[in-house]
């Protein structure tokens, strides 16, 4: 049986994911998959499993880089409103991993729920900000998690207790192949004030950040105690370019492709910020970003 055999649906073949990322660069996914349903899912999952065909999970695309040659195997989309579920139920909020940070958000300070608030301005998915613990000055996700639904590569589903999750610096325990729905255990507050923090924090955040009309990514992990921007600050990079991709002018972690970039020439501009870094200070810079 082919992969898709029966599922034609719900799989794209060459699925362009440059209009899937926020660079928008680069090449298709062999195959994209779009699930309506957990069950959807984990037959794709088996069959990916039986064809030894690599696969995965797609949010929002605000943390992958896609080479120009393309992703092979299949990529997986949760964008049914089946995973993007949201249900407040006292202090606890249950949330599907499609669902947006921003969506989660709104609800939880709408309840007059107070935790997510401190993750404002994080693009992406519920399911891969648990994946790798996205945070900033405020916190991290990681921090609200009572338990979380996942899949494996062999399409079993499991649940995972607060006690049997450990998270740390953009990393998290939470490392079978998906996950696929998440239980916040979030504290009471007064609707009010928590929309006047998280207002207050939203423009913080985006000050810092390049402006929403550009293709954009944030590129290196903070080095223990350092700020990765301020080291490709001081290096010389602001502003530097390669083709169409270059270092943001206003926070140098960040970088922006023009409409002509290439994955290319963003995969050389990371190559020339971490050789100048290690170079000048002797650092060297990891990736936050994935590259596919
Ligand atoms: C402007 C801007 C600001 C940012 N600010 C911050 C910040 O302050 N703090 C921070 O931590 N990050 C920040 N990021 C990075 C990014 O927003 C986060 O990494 C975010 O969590 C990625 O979500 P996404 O849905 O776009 O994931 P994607 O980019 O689509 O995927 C990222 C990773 O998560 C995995 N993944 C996706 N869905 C699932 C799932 N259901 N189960 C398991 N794995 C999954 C993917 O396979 C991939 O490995 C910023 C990015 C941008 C562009």
């Not at 599907?96 to 939880?108: K, P, R, Y």
């Not at 990393?171 to 928590?194: G, H």
């Not at 290439?262 to 590259?291: C, Q, W, Y």
Request: hydrophobic letters at 45%; a negative charge; aromatic letters at 4%.
């Amino acid at each position: 049986m082919a992969l898709t055999t029966g599922l034609e649906t719900i799989f794209t073949a060459d699925a362009p994911l440059a209009e899937r990322t926020w660079f928008g660069v680069g090449g298709p996914a062999a195959q994209l998959a779009q699930p309506a349903s957990a069950d959807q899912m984990a037959e794709v999952v088996t069959r990916c499993r039986d064809d030894a065909t690599p696969v995965r999970l797609l949010g929002s695309g605000s943390n992958v880089l896609a080479r120009d040659a393309g992703v092979p195997g299949v990529v997986i989309l949760l964008d049914d409103p089946e995973f993007a579920r949201v249900r407040v139920e006292g202090a606890r909020v249950r949330v599907g991993a499609g669902a947006s940070l921003a969506t989660v958000i709104n609800e939880t300070v709408r309840a007059g729920l107070a935790g997510l608030d401190t993750l404002v301005g994080i693009p992406g998915t519920v399911g891969a900000a648990l994946h790798h613990n996205a945070g900033g000055r405020g916190g991290d996700i990681g921090q609200w998690v009572a338990e979380a639904t996942v899949m494996t590569r062999a399409g079993e589903t499991l649940t995972r207790e607060r006690s049997e999750m450990v998270f740390g610096y953009r990393e998290s325990s939470l490392d079978e192949l998906a996950i696929v729905e998440a239980v916040f255990e979030l504290e009471q507050a007064d609707p009010s004030e928590l929309t006047k923090r998280m207002q207050k924090q939203w423009i913080v955040s985006k000050a810092s950040q390049p402006m929403s009309h550009q293709r954009r990514g944030q590129i290196f992990r903070n080095p223990r105690g350092m700020s990765a921007g301020m080291l490709i600050d001081q290096a010389g990079l602001k502003g530097a370019t390669i083709g169409g991709a270059s270092v943001s002018d206003k926070h140098a972690n960040f970088f922006v492709a023009a409409e002509s970039a290439t994955s290319d020439d963003l995969l050389k501009l990371i190559d020339l910020v971490r050789n100048r870094v290690h170079e000048r200070m002797g650092i060297e810079l990891e990736l936050a970003i994935e590259i596919w």
